[in-house]
């Protein structure tokens, strides 16, 4: 049923469709609505069989998750930014044991300086736990990830993290069709682990390997996200004949066909970038997008194939790998290894700061020229980056930097623009 | 693609308000989108919402620059933050008042933007008289709705019942097309 509610809302309705059995969560902005909106309907009775178990901090979130999942229930639980931090030992542990638990990633900064707003920093710290990472364009594929993700999941037994923009998806208010519990019944079946804690047919799981058999667990790990290469697609193809919605696959293209200039990206700049690609099209210009949803495992060959006609790639992304500079453009350059293209990375939206459609204008004609350098930073303010590089050069005692840039900026500036 | 900027306090419903006029919108089968300025609010400081309209899927998520209205919930916000930035002569002003624009020293805004897309209306008085507490979100709705004819006040009273329940529903429903009542009066003198 099309309903207007806000993204954190329909993700709680799709997570509950797909009849969770545990979730487990601490509340961390911005995926608050989503975990309030799940305990909510588990104590009003509107999830059957589900028990909503409140933990001390995100380390016992993800804790609970591996046992439950490893007891042989459907487990779902949500986190972001330092949640995500603060869980990190038993995130690789639930991927490493092979457990489909569903985790949504509300994508937000991770300090220091402490800051709330989105960027992509969060689940690319944990592009090599071994989870698989998918990424939502809008509310509707987001709910619709969800879904997908349990199956997904519970096909290859290994976790899987659905992440969407935190606040620019989970606090907006848009459009979604919610689907009907036949629609996910039919799409989705009751769990049915590969391995299970069962006092009837007792097995142990978290066995202590040595240096003989260690790489061949990890490898395994490995050959498992490869497999999900063929299984994404095929879930997505799925899901559409019940749905009737193309949600989910590995990447998006989007005016690619003769596009010489490619933008890639992640996530709900999609959208703008859409709609900055629009306007450049009616003035002539050959340029086109290709959207990554499935981040881990990453699509290779599918992007390779996308991009065969382009003759220059612009990787926009949310993150920084400081001291290189892309994460998702370094792993562009490998899918495009030995072919003559000009790829640039535009580091964009880092903690919050808006990516209009004025600057993609003005950054993709840069690239369209081959006038950007190889690494660019979009809208950022050079004369507040000098001034605090040269309080370094002169003053010892520069003081902190970010306490510095403040006082340079001097009031807080409005949010608006 | 129509574009509403909200600009009010903390505790003001400003992001509830953008989320009901999504709502109204919705509901006579357009697309919309509303979103907060996404900041760390706190009771009385400056918060923003947006709300877009269109009749196809919106795809933009940067926040709305170049508004077609502007609701300001809070008049003192006019000394403290240009709420006005980007706004068109062609765009519409309603304004949570009970002084004349000429009083707020908006005399030369009032001679640029439209007469009749121009409305003052003490949504704050009107809130407290229908639901008890400084809440303008809700009449500024029901004077927005009058003023632009863009939604009608059955859907705006129709968002308020799916936000709200009871008595406060009610009352909401109340402030709201007083609200539409005293814009619309106000729409067709300026007219005359």
């Given at each position: 049923m099309l309903?207007?509610?806000?993204?954190?809302?329909?993700?709680?309705?799709?997570?509950?469709?797909?009849?969770?059995?545990?979730?487990?969560?601490?509340?961390?902005?911005?995926?608050?609505?989503?975990?309030?909106?799940?305990?909510?309907?588990?104590?009003?009775?509107?999830?059957?069989?589900?028990?909503?178990i409140n933990v001390e901090s995100e380390f016992a979130a993800m804790s609970v998750a591996i046992g439950s999942s490893a007891a042989g229930a459907r487990t779902y639980t949500a986190t972001a930014s330092q949640g995500l931090l603060f869980m990190v030992e038993a995130v690789y542990n639930a991927s490493g044991l092979g457990l489909p638990i569903v985790m949504t990633v509300a994508n937000r900064a991770i300090g220091a300086p402490i800051n709330i707003w989105n960027d992509h920093s969060d689940s690319m710290s944990q592009r090599d736990c071994g989870w698989i990472q998918i990424f939502a364009e809008t509310n509707q594929e987001a709910a619709d990830l969800h879904i997908q993700a349990f199956k997904l999941a519970e096909e290859l037994s290994l976790p899987v993290m659905v992440c969407m923009d935190g606040f620019i998806l989970t606090h907006a208010y848009e459009r979604v069709d919610i689907p009907t519990q036949e629609q996910v019944d039919k799409f989705l079946p009751p769990y049915s682990p590969r391995q299970v804690l069962d006092p009837a047919a007792p097995v142990s799981i978290g066995a202590m390997v040595g240096p003989e058999a260690f790489s061949e667990v990890r490898y395994l790990a490995h050959a498992k996200q490869m497999q999900a290469l063929e299984l994404i697609p095929k879930i997505a193809s799925e899901f559409q004949e019940i749905f009737g919605r193309d949600s989910g696959g590995l990447v998006r293209p989007y005016?690619?066909?003769?596009?010489?200039?490619?933008?890639?990206?992640?996530?709900?700049?999609l959208g703008t970038i859409k709609d900055t690609i629009d306007e450049m099209r009616a003035d002539g210009i050959s340029i086109g997008v290709l959207g990554i949803n499935s981040f881990r495992p990453f699509p290779v060959s599918a992007i390779r194939r996308a991009l065969s006609h382009a003759k220059r790639i612009v990787v926009l992304e949310k993150s920084l790998a400081v001291g290189i500079g892309g994460i998702v453009a370094t792993d562009v350059r490998m899918a495009l290894d030995g072919l003559d293209k000009r790829i640039y990375t535009v580091v964009a939206g880092l903690g919050g700061r808006n990516i209009t459609r004025s600057s993609l204008h003005r950054v993709f004609r840069m690239a369209m020229h081959d006038q950007l350098e190889a690494l660019h930073f979009l809208d950022l303010e050079w004369s507040i980056v000098n001034k605090e590089l040269d309080r370094e050069r002169t003053t010892r005692r520069s003081g902190p930097i970010a306490e510095n840039i403040l006082r340079d900026l001097g009031q807080t500036k409005s949010n608006v623009g | 693609m129509f574009q509403v900027r909200i600009h009010g306090r903390g505790g003001q419903g400003v992001v509830t308000g953008a989320e009901m006029l999504s709502i109204a919108a919705f509901l006579e089968g357009r697309h919309a989108q509303a979103f907060p300025s996404f900041g760390s609010e706190r009771t009385g400081a400056p918060v923003v919402a947006f709300c877009r309209i269109a009749d196809k899927e919106i795809r933009l998520r940067e926040p709305v620059m170049e508004p077609d209205a502007l609701i300001i919930q809070d008049a003192t916000l006019l000394h403290q933050i240009d709420v006005f930035a980007g706004l068109s002569a062609d765009g519409y002003v309603v304004l949570n008042t009970n002084h004349s624009f000429e009083d707020l020293g908006l005399g030369d805004l009032a001679k640029r933007i439209r007469p009749e897309r121009l409305v003052a209306v003490s949504a704050t008085d009107l809130s407290l008289k229908h639901v008890g507490r400084n809440a303008p979100n809700v009449p500024l709705l029901g004077a927005f709705a009058a003023v632009s004819g863009l939604i009608s006040l059955d859907s705006v009273v129709a968002a308020i019942r799916d936000k709200f329940s009871g008595k406060v529903a009610d009352g909401n429903i109340a402030a709201a097309t007083e609200a539409y009542n005293i814009a619309k009066a106000a729409m067709e003198a300026a007219h005359a």
């Open positions: 309903k207007q509610c806000e993204g954190s809302h329909a993700v709680a309705e799709a997570v509950a469709l797909s009849r969770p059995e545990v979730i487990c969560a601490y509340p961390i902005s911005p995926q608050t609505h989503i975990v309030e909106g799940l305990g909510e309907m588990v104590k009003a009775g509107d999830i059957k069989n589900c028990e909503y005016m690619l066909e003769d596009a010489e200039t490619v933008v890639i990206a992640l996530g709900s700049v | -």
